[in-house]
């Protein structure tokens, strides 16, 4: 189980999807849906870019393949929210923003 602080997820116009703190054990995607956020997303294994988002802030505590691996080429600061999971089994104190890119 992990507790992320303080989250926010923000579609493409910047528009908020979700502000609060979360906890799970699951990667981003499955975290997201579980709370009912329509989160574009395909592949569900690491192939597309559908549920890429840009981490705008705390990627320091992201392992980007904690649930699989990229099998696509992107940028340092993309996350690709259905394999993309906390670093660290808990963590408090942390803060992060995702921007969806589609
Ligand atoms: S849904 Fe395809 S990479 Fe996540």
């Known amino acids: 189980m992990y507790i992320i602080n303080y989250i926010t997820l923000l579609d493409s116009d910047e528009e908020k999807l979700f ?8 990667s981003f995607l499955k975290t997201f ?5 329509d989160i574009p ?30 099998y696509i080429e992107v940028e340092n600061d993309i996350i690709l929210m259905c394999i993309a999971g906390l670093e660290t089994n808990i963590s408090t104190n942390i803060r992060i923003t995702l921007k969806s890119l589609m």
């Open 19 to 26: 502000e609060g703190t979360l906890s799970s054990n699951d």
């Open 33 to 37: 849906q579980e709370l009912d956020i």
């Open 41 to 70: 997303f395909s592949c569900n294994m690491g192939c597309c870019m559908s549920c890429g988002v840009r981490v705008l802030e705390g990627i320091e505590y992201i392992n980007q393949e904690k649930y699989g691996e990229i």
